[in-house]
């Protein structure tokens, strides 16, 4: 079923999105994923640019970094495609559109790549020692067990809440979120190398952004905070150019994970803040925008299922298909409410990333 710019598969998001960038006028291109989706269908990351091809000022909009978030981002996309925003873009401007950069995550309802990998802990230097996370590896066979009964996932629930009663809740989601390098099979795993999505965000980067200069960046997130609310989270620590003027841009509700002020644990790795060094020759200024679903401890629920299923489970049996309604719920609010803030708070985030390219008085 279809509901408006959001759609109920994959396939569906894609198509939407190409119709929506051709009636646009859009120039497109597309990157094929080498795996294939729970239907056999082909997976790929699709990209769509409207404005000169050597715009110096170029406005970038992101879905599916996290997979199954990409459910929220492709309707906020064609959504902002179908609204004719483009239109608004001053003449030296342009916009790319990334749909589905986790194509793999997206149609298999999955947070991860198809290599197990958060691709917001994937853009790290893999030359260098990577982040170490002792709290993840005392948690980590409680995280990820190998069956997934009644009793077990009981017995499992009952560590982690030890665990917070010990150290309190925000040391059990920094420790289950923040990252970790060490359980290729567990949860948050950042990777043991580049992931295909992350060659393939830098190619489109290469490719569409070389010229730039002024880069302003949207990626959209969901399952963190309250319901329906979106939080622009900031990439860049207090105290740096980039977080002044990403606060300049979004206002004062904007939070920034390194500051300890945003609903998202302190990670590494994540490919916004390394978007400046990837344009070196651009000022970026970009926000990752974060839609609360469910309360975080069935976001959790649905995630450690998951994990389970791939690692020992069948994703095509009943009891996989129950797992992933899980995880589509802890990430997308099937309700009208939902859906219409989710459009409402990406329309004013844009267009305060386009008024902010337009401004020459920025920090
Ligand atoms: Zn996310």
């Given amino acids: 079923m279809t509901t408006g710019p959001f759609s109920a598969s994959f396939a569906e998001a894609r198509a939407a999105f190409v119709e929506a960038a051709t009636a646009a006028g859009a120039s497109l291109s597309s990157h094929a994923h080498p795996e294939t989706g729970p239907d056999g269908g082909a997976l790929t990351t699709d990209c769509a640019w409207i404005g000169p091809a050597d715009a110096a000022k170029v406005l970038v909009l992101v879905s599916g970094t996290h997979g199954v978030e990409g459910f929220c981002g492709s309707g906020a996309q064609v959504d902002w495609l179908r609204r004719r925003e483009f239109t608004h873009l001053a003449p030296d401007s342009a916009v790319l559109l990334v749909h589905a950069i986790n194509p793999y995550g997206f149609a298999w309802k999955r947070r991860v790549t198809h290599e197990n990998v958060d691709l917001n802990r994937n853009f790290v230097d893999f030359s260098r020692p990577l982040p170490e996370n002792p709290g993840y590896v005392q948690l980590a066979s409680a995280v990820t067990p190998e069956d997934w009964s009644e009793e077990t996932q009981i017995a499992c629930r009952r560590v982690l809440l ?62 963190l905070g309250p319901e329906g609310y979106a939080e622009p989270i900031i990439a860049a620590p207090p105290g740096t150019p980039e977080y002044e003027r990403a606060m300049h841009w979004h ?113």
Avoid at 170 to 199: K, N, V
Avoid at 340 to 361: E, F, I, K, N, Y
């Fill in 162 to 223: 030890d665990f917070a009663r010990t150290h309190g809740f925000e040391a059990l989601a920094q420790a289950m979120s923040g990252g970790q390098y060490t359980h290729p099979d567990g949860l948050f795993f950042g990777g043991s190398g580049p992931t295909w999505s992350r060659t393939t965000l830098e190619t489109i980067f290469a490719d569409h952004l070389s010229q730039a200069t002024d880069v302003g960046i949207v990626d959209f997130h969901t399952g």
């Fill in 251 to 363: 206002g004062l509700a904007a939070t920034s994970h390194a500051g300890g002020d945003s609903v998202s644990a302190q990670i590494a790795g994540d490919w916004l803040a390394a978007a400046p060094s990837l344009l070196p020759r651009a000022r970026v200024t970009g926000v990752a925008l974060e839609y609360g679903t469910v309360p975080s401890n069935r976001v959790l629920d649905a995630l450690r299922a998951d994990n389970w299923l791939h690692a020992y489970g069948d994703p095509l049996s009943p009891e996989g298909q129950a797992i992933k309604a899980q995880m589509l719920a802890a990430f997308y609010i099937d309700t009208d409410i939902w859906r219409g803030m989710v459009l409402g708070q990406s329309l004013t985030a844009v267009r305060q990333t386009m008024r902010g390219l337009a401004r020459t008085d920025s920090p």
